[in-house]
Every structure is written in structure tokens, then in C-alpha cells.
């Protein structure tokens, strides 16, 4: 089975097609979750999935599953699959082509009448990159039991919009059961989001790992007042004093060796006039570091640097943690099969560790889980310029392809 291939051309066409859902101006993808451009792009993959003979199903927190039958029907599935949601200013490939990828694999398959044993899963995971509803990787972590479906359905957008209302509108208020079944393993591929591959000149990342990640969400609070007639020594200024805790907080980073990443990249002012002094600003912070003993330490020096500074000013300040997952090792016989797969197929690999969460990580709670990353433009992503080339989609889909069967073929 080794000179199986996926086909490149329609596989880069698969994605300039769902490209279309959420274009920006600037050839990139502003399509946030559940909005009707997802659903569009959801659409689109329910139907290329039912064309290509896979039994379609929608779990209770909108995840999608293309099913392609393995002659033992009882048997846990091999599971492969990202996300079509993307960042407000957002590429084409981020998630896309994990799911694109594992579409690009049943069509492959089904062209050369492949038969495995266990059932290959594809599967769209809902709201992977959190930018609407405030927290990331909602459907896998659903899927896993990390957060409860009552509590995703809940979770809502800056407009009170809910995850449960906004899948009942689009229609993928699915009915099957969130998790709760057996997953033989878990396979994502995704762009690396960095520079390290596309540098060393190597095809393919086989991920042994990636780092941990805790987001917290800031409220200062002050009082509002008359940008004009209110002394600045009488003010309690919530703008001024989130400007300074931010400061602060980006500041921390530089007191551990290797640095964590701090970024707040959120921030909502009220009132948001030009002539009132703020009474409230709320701003987020998103930490990560390959240890998890550091992060915790560096998230301490962040709230005691945000309380100081709301005591010198006179400010309220409350800091909730909106989310957080510990450093996690990839299950070993995953790596290994994506090793052996670029072996067997003569593309270059490398070991690497993500930067970027995803998925997959989740997926380490309930079953054998591993990444293939391949390049991408300049290590560019989250950001309307992502690119990559349709070479390294396909060799990094067959790669994929080669580990999934691994799995799969095996009884
Ligand atoms: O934030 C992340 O790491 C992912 O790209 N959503
Ligand atoms: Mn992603
Ligand atoms: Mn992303």
C-alpha cells in the first residue's frame, strides 16, 4: 500500500473552495464559529463527505463525524479530524486542513478500493479556536468530558448569543451522544504555525508534544466621570489602571527562563467614550509555557501584579481563569506511525513540539492520540497572509494517510 497517494490538485482545490465561506479582503478567513459562514462551510463538508459514501453523524455540541466503514462495524473507530472555525483575521488552512485532509483520504481510498477493519472517522470539531464564545476547543472538549454539554450549550458571545441557540439556528444541533464511546486513536494534521519546518527544509513534523496553556479573563473596575472637569488625582481611572496591569503582565514573561508567551489580545472598555473617564475595562490574558510547574508560577506574579497596581489606584480588580490544560506527551506508537509513515513513503521528518494547541491535545484524555504538522509560509498564522504549499498538504496527507491505515488495517 505504500505508493498510495492522495490526490494534491484536489486537495488544494477542496480548499480554495471552502475558502470562499468567510474571504477577507485580503485573501484570508474571518469564519468564527457557528456564525452562517460555518455553517456554510459545514454544509459544504457534510456534502462532499455524503458523496464520498460516509455515514454522516452531529453530536449535542454541533461535532461532525464521516463515518467510512471498516469491515468490523463494532470496532473503535481511527479518528482524524481539526476545525472549519478560524480567527476573525485568519487563514485558510488552520484547522482546514485537518478535516480537508481526512476527506482527501476517504476519496482517496474509495478510488482504490481499500478495505480496513476499523471504522476512520473524520471529524469537524466545533469551535476550536474560541474567539466568539470565549474559550477554545469547545467540541473536543465537550467530546472528552473536560467541560459538561450543559455548561458548552451555555457558554455565550459578546452579543448573548449561546452555543446551544446559535446551533439550534444553523441547524447542527446534533443528536448523537457528546463522547462517551470507545476511540481507537486520534490523528491531526495541521500547518505548524511556526518557522521551524519550512527553516530546516523537512516535509513533515511528527509532534511528541505541546506545551501548556491557561487563560484568565481581567475585570477592572473604577468609576465613571467627566473627562473634563474631574481632577486626575481624583480619579479612578479603569483604563489607566488595565494599560499599567497589561504592562505588568507582559512583563512577567521576561522573569522565566525560557519565556513563557503572554498575550492579551481582548479588551472591551465601558463606557467607550471618547469623553468619560472608564469605569470598566476587562481584558484577557493567554499564558502558555512547555511546563506546567512555570506557568502556574508565572499566572501567581500576573494576579499579585494586577492586585498591586488596582490597590495603587483605587481599583476594583477580579481575575477569573477561563481555561487551562497541562503540557501533554503524545501517545508514543502515534508518533512512531507517523515516523515510519514518512519513512515508508521517502518525506523527510522531523521531531517537533506545538506551540499551538489544538485538538488533539484533548483527545489524549480518552484514547492513543498524534499531530503531523507541515510548513507554512514563513511560520505565519493567525493572520490573513497564512499560506502553504499544495506539495507539502499532499505529503503531509499521505503521511497521515499511512498512520491512519496503520491503525485502521490493523485488527
Ligand atoms: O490558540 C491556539 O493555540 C489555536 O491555534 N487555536
Ligand atoms: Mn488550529
Ligand atoms: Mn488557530
Redesign the pocket.
Known sequence: MSDLRSNQQRLWDAHMEMAVFGATPKGGMGRLALTDDDKKARDLFVQWSTEAGCEVRVDGVGNIFARRAGRDTNAAPVMTGSHLDTQPLGGRF?GILGVLSGLEIVRTLNEHGVEHEKPIDVVCWTD???SRFGA?CVGSNAFVGRRSVEETLKMSDADGKSIGDELKRIGYAGSEPVGGFDVDSFFEIHIE?GPILENEGIQVGAVEGAQASTGYMVTVTGEEGHAGTLPMVLRKDAMHGAARMIDAVDNVAFDFDPHPVITVGHLRVRPNSRNTIPGQVIFTIDSRHPDDETLAAAGRAMINACERIAGERGLDVSIEKTSHRDAVTFNNDCVEAVRAASTALGITCMDIYSG???DAINMTHVCPSGMVFIPCEDGIS?NELENARPEDLAAGTDVLMHAVLQRAVRL
Open positions: 488552520d476550536e479556536e474560541g477554545g504555525q499551538a494547541g489544538h493567525h
